[in-house]
């Protein structure tokens, strides 16, 4: 092999190792899979987890990445051995993250890996991701709060939408790409069937897109909040509060939705949310572009931020005074498949 083969090698390696690192921290395991070879392993004995061939890269990369709060991976670069169309070598890592579920960690690890020169270049035959140091005292730091770093009313790119819905559907919801609200009415018209108890959330989204009107107006479903209305809310109220909270069908939104795969219902009343959490057999959201957001603490700012000073507004108009953040719902996950449905649209209504 002359030095000139053997230096545009390595360069193309640390290339190789470069590109992981940065697919790893934009989350686009699509991309990350690809700079292996279709049988390549990526093996984590410390976490633990073991994946072989590409599909099992991206998915269970996925799966792995939707609990991350926040991820920082630095790479260092190591040692390259080359024989051939092989190579071995190393590369270390620093890495700090916090989890969806609080867990936070500072590690410094090493990547063993095989390289295989291949038709598209040099890929990783196996990667073996070594901690030799772990640190899970809560870390002091977090992401940067930019109010305007997050535009709340912009409508979220196809990508999003997609990494969202793949996301949700990896922890157990329905998913749903559509349109436009006219869409989502139609389909809700499927989803339910006809006499039905139904119950609305309060929610801007169903009021413009018509669905709310469909629900509690048509005559096809038996509204549960037609009925309350009906019914002597000082005398009656547990039976109003338990007809609530166990319709057939519960139908709402929610006021973020997150690309790791979480949604996030804010109320000042509560009404929806013991529904929403599992007490309906069946849940429906639909959810506009512009309520997707990165991760949750981006959502729960969206909710403070974006969505209370506009339901604020409006609910001054409607009952003379404001609304208030009195009770929120995080869904990380649906643990029964086939209950929660989220109709994730490609334009954006309501807050």
């Not at 931020?305 to 953040?325: I, Q, T, V």
Request: net charge negative; charged share 25%; hydrophobic share 40%.
């Amino acid at each position: 092999m002359s030095d000139f083969q053997a230096i545009a090698d390595r360069v193309e390696i640390e290339a190789l190792r470069a590109e992981f690192t940065d697919a790893a921290m934009m989350r686009d395991r699509a991309r990350l899979a690809s700079l292996f070879t279709h049988d390549g392993a990526l093996r984590m004995p410390n976490i633990p987890a073991e994946m072989v061939g590409r599909e099992q890269i991206r998915s269970v990369g996925e799966r792995l990445q939707s609990q991350w709060d926040f991820f920082v991976q630095n790479t260092h670069p190591g040692a390259i051995q080359l024989d051939g169309d092989t190579a071995t070598g190393r590369a270390y890592m620093q890495e700090l993250a916090r989890t969806l579920d609080g867990r936070e960690v500072l590690n410094y690890a090493v990547y063993h890996d095989r390289y295989q020169r291949t038709g598209e270049g040099w890929k990783f035959s196996e990667r073996v991701y070594e901690v030799r140091y772990l640190d899970t005292t809560p870390l002091a730091g977090g992401a940067p709060v930019d109010p305007q770093a997050t535009p709340f009313a912009d409508q979220a790119s196809e990508q999003r939408l997609e990494r969202t819905a793949a996301a949700l559907t990896a922890h157990g919801f329905t998913v749903e790409i559509l349109d436009d609200a006219a869409a989502a009415r139609t389909r809700v018209k499927d989803l339910i069937p006809e006499g039905a108890s139904v119950f609305t959330g309060a929610s801007e989204t169903l009021r413009l897109s018509g669905i709310d009107e469909d629900i509690n107006t048509s005559g096809r479903y038996e509204s549960v909040k037609a009925r309350s209305t009906t019914m002597d809310r000082a005398t009656q109220s547990a039976e109003i509060w338990r007809m609530i909270a166990c319709p057939d069908v519960i139908v709402g939104s929610v006021a973020a939705v997150t690309e790791t795969g979480s949604l996030v219902a804010a109320s000042a009343s509560g009404s929806q949310l013991a529904g929403y959490s599992g007490a309906a057999p069946r849940a429906i959201w639909i959810v506009g572009a512009q309520k997707v957001v990165p991760d949750l603490s981006t959502a729960l700012r969206r909710v403070e931020d974006h969505c209370l000073p506009l339901e604020n507004e409006r609910a001054m108009k409607a009952y003379g005074r404001p609304s208030a953040l009195n009770r929120l719902l995080i869904l990380n996950a649906e643990p029964h498949p086939g209950r929660g449905t989220v109709l994730l649209l490609r334009e954006a209504i309501g807050f």
